[in-house]
């Protein structure tokens, strides 16, 4: 059992930069793979980014590339998404996941999943 909790979302004008964490429990951390998703109102869910065990190789989607940061600290049970130049567009919930395969991007190949912390980007 994996208990995820985010936290750094807020206001932010377009341009600007966020950094958001989510702290894991447990003694496993190191054996997922951690992701962030976003969703929008009225939007489906939608994968950001994912990262490796050992935080060795990561993956972004298309919208985020050159932008956005996934990093992770074992040590500190924590994973990070570093945002920069955010859009309105990225004006989303966003959730971090955990999953024991290596590097996926659906919704449904992650077991754990945190609460959510809300990012709104002004124009």
């Known amino acids: 059992q994996v208990q995820l909790v985010e936290s750094g979302g807020g206001l932010v004008q377009a341009g600007g930069s966020l950094r958001l964490s989510c702290a894991a429990s447990?003694?496993?951390?190191?054996?997922?793979?951690m992701g962030w998703f976003r969703q929008a109102p009225g939007k489906e869910r939608e994968f950001v980014a994912a990262i490796g065990w050992s935080g060795g190789s990561t993956i972004y989607a298309d919208a985020v590339k050159d932008r956005f940061t996934i990093s992770r600290d074992n040590a500190k049970n924590t994973v990070y998404l570093g945002m920069n130049n955010l859009k309105p567009e990225d004006t989303a919930v966003y959730y971090c996941a955990a999953s024991p395969r290596f590097l996926r991007v659906g919704v449904g190949e992650y077991d754990y999943w945190g609460q959510g912390t809300q990012v709104t980007v002004s124009s």
């Open positions: 447990g003694r496993t951390f190191s054996s997922y793979c």
